[in-house]
């Protein structure tokens, strides 16, 4: 069964079908560092990071934005702010045509969305040097699609502290795409990222140590991303579960985490963008 929970996600939240990956990837102990340290360090991973990133709080309601993030918000490159769903409604029904945080004027076209982006990145912003990773990736606004290119950019974003750029470069590392697969420096960019509460990083730190077989860890991370609202989390901890894998309390522990997740989730106007389809 250990190759049937996989670690998720590709660069800029869009879901892809992870490929089967069944080796003994290393996780926080597979390493030359001394045992006591890798221990302590460990320990630090289980206790650190159990409250969400605040940059997936919405800048506007205050409200933590629902997962996967890509689906629940919109970036403005004006600011590099993520608006959640609701207040882009709200802002639209107000009548504001431009950025709902900033106000700025929506750019109308690639060049001029890439031009605010690349001022921000002149400044030194590690969001926005995230952001244009992406685009690297993508070959978005009118850049032509570079791998190679947007590792080297989300390395500089997570140098200066960008929590994504991070869980980019995990996916990169593990999965070897576009760098030399280095499934350990993938797992150590996940750490970094879920020590600062980054919750598909979490996740999938947890998915490496159940293909390890590793079940009672890997509930330990789970939950700590089911309690931040994380599905895949939650039915990860159902399936071990449904395999003796992991206890009762432990299901019914993240199915009221995620539940209490959830609720603090929604707003009045989130569910109104979500029944218009927003
Ligand atoms: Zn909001
Ligand atoms: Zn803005």
């Known amino acids: 069964m250990s190759e049937r929970i996989e670690p998720v996600g590709r660069p800029g939240n869009e879901p892809v079908k992870a490929p089967a990956q069944n080796e003994g990837a290393a996780a926080a102990g597979a390493d030359d560092r001394p045992a006591a340290k890798v221990a302590r360090y460990s ?7 159990h409250e969400r990133w605040e940059g997936h709080r919405c800048p506007i309601c205050f409200l933590f934005i629902g997962l996967p993030v890509g689906e629940h918000a919109m970036m403005n490159v004006c600011c590099v702010k993520r608006v959640c ?3 882009s409604l709200a802002a639209c029904q107000r009548g504001l045509r431009g950025c709902e945080f900033c106000r700025t004027p929506r750019p109308t076209d690639d060049a001029s969305k890439l031009a605010m982006i690349l001022k921000r990145v002149s400044k030194g912003d590690a969001e926005a040097i995230y952001h244009l990773a992406g685009q690297y990736y993508y070959g978005r606004l009118g850049l032509t ?21 991070h869980y980019s470069l995990g996916i990169e590392y593990y999965y070897g795409d576009g760098v030399q697969e280095d499934k350990p ?5 996940w750490q970094e990222a879920a020590m ?8 999938n730190i947890g998915a490496v140590e159940c293909n390890n077989g590793n079940y009672d860890l890997a ?5 700590i991303s089911a309690k931040m609202g994380y599905e ?10 449904m395999k003796g894998q ?15 997740a959830a609720e603090e989730m929604k707003s009045h106007q989130r569910e109104e963008a979500k029944r218009l389809g927003v």
């Not at 320990?43 to 990071?49: A, F, P, T």
């Not at 699609?145 to 200066?160: I, N, Q, S, Y």
Request: overall charge neutral.
């Open 43 to 49: 320990q630090r991973l289980l206790n650190e990071g």
């Open 85 to 87: 769903k609701g207040c």
């Open 145 to 165: 699609k570079d791998v190679p290119r947007a590792v080297e950019t989300w390395t500089e974003a997570a140098e200066l502290g960008s929590v994504e750029a």
């Open 185 to 189: 420096r993938g797992v150590r960019h």
């Open 196 to 203: 600062e509460g980054h919750v598909q990083s979490r996740h």
């Open 219 to 223: 509930v330990q991370h789970w939950m």
């Open 232 to 241: 895949t989390s939650l039915n990860a901890i159902k399936e071990v579960f």
């Open 246 to 260: 992991a206890t009762k309390a432990q299901y019914a522990e993240a199915l009221r985490g995620f539940g209490d």
